[in-house]
Structure formats: C-alpha cells, structure tokens
Nanobody, 124 residues
Framework: QVQLVESGGGLVQPGGSLRLSCAASGVTLDWYGIGWFRQAPGKEREGVSC????????QYVDDVKGRFTISRDNAKNTVYLQMNSLKPEDTAVYYC?????????????????WGRGTQVTVSS
C-alpha cells in the first residue's frame, strides 16, 4: 500500500524558513513525479512545485520562484521542499502527491497518491 507522509510544517515568522519532507512507503519514488500542493482556508488547492524523475526537471508556481526549492533523495525515498523568505500568504496545508510519470506537472488531477498534509503558518 502506497503511503506518503508529510512532515516539517509549523509556525514561523515572516521571512523565516521551513523544510517540508515527504516520505514514501510502499513505492519507490525513483520512478514517480512528486508534487507539492497547498490549500489555504477558503481557497482551492494549488500546485506549488514538482520534481520529475531523473533529470527531467522541476517546476514552480510563479509566486514561490526564487524562494522555494524542491529536491529528492532517492536513497531515503523522500522529497523535500525548502521554503525560504516565507510570507503570510504562504500559510496553508501543504500536501505531497505522487504520479507514475516521466515529467511532473502542477495539475492535481494528474496525481494518484496523496499524503494527509502538514500545516504551515506564517505569522508574527
């Protein structure tokens, strides 16, 4: 059974940093595109970043470019989202998701497996 578990969320002041982790079991992430999505209260879920398999690249939504970095450690079967220069508008529940594909996308409909999310709150 495929399980994705997010961790690393929390409360941070504006300008601070967090690193989210997405640990997988029941599947080898080497062959999966992994996406990070977020959903703020009253808003639709949006794609934040994704990473493709091997060297097929990464994607970021415009308002996190230059602040967030996605990476993967296949040996640990884990994908990370390093979030720097956090803003109050980054506050949301962050989810990771996996899809068996060569190249990832930021469209949630394409993803097969989802974690349960981790809360990120940016506030002073």
């Amino acid at each position: 059974q495929v399980q994705l578990v997010e961790s690393g969320g929390g409360l941070v002041q504006p300008g601070g940093s967090l690193r989210l982790s997405c640990a997988a079991s029941g599947v080898t992430l080497d062959w999966y595109g992994i996406g990070w999505f977020r959903q703020a209260p009253g808003k639709e879920r949006e794609g934040v970043s994704c990473i493709s398999i091997k060297d097929a690249g990464t994607q970021y939504v415009d308002d996190v470019k230059g602040r967030f970095t996605i990476s993967r450690d296949n040996a640990k079967n884990t994908v990370y989202l390093q979030m720097n220069s956090l803003k109050p508008e980054d506050t949301a529940v962050y989810y990771c998701a996996a899809v068996l594909t060569f190249r990832c996308s930021l469209y949630s409909q394409e993803y097969s497996y989802w974690g349960r999310g981790t809360q990120v709150t940016v506030s002073s």
